[in-house]
């Protein structure tokens, strides 16, 4: 499934909510209920775990 012009303005609202809001969290678990939408194979723990590497300047190489 491609994602449309509906899904990005989706995301962009998520995420300025969030921003407005100054909650991560609660974004992230948006970002995930979004994603498992998208896909039902989607990985949550991998999400959180290449989110978690990002934000800690981490490498995120064996996530793949």
């Given at each position: 499934m491609?994602?449309?012009k509906k899904d990005f303005?989706?995301?962009a609202t998520m995420?300025?909510?969030s921003k407005a809001q100054g909650d991560y969290e609660g974004l992230i678990e948006d970002l995930i209920r979004f994603c498992h939408g998208q896909n039902?194979?989607?990985d949550e723990c991998r999400f959180r775990d290449w989110?978690?590497?990002i934000a800690?300047?981490?490498s995120?190489?064996?996530l793949g």
């Open positions: 491609v994602m449309t303005k989706e995301l995420i300025g909510e039902e194979r989607f989110v978690d590497r800690n300047n981490e995120t190489v064996g």
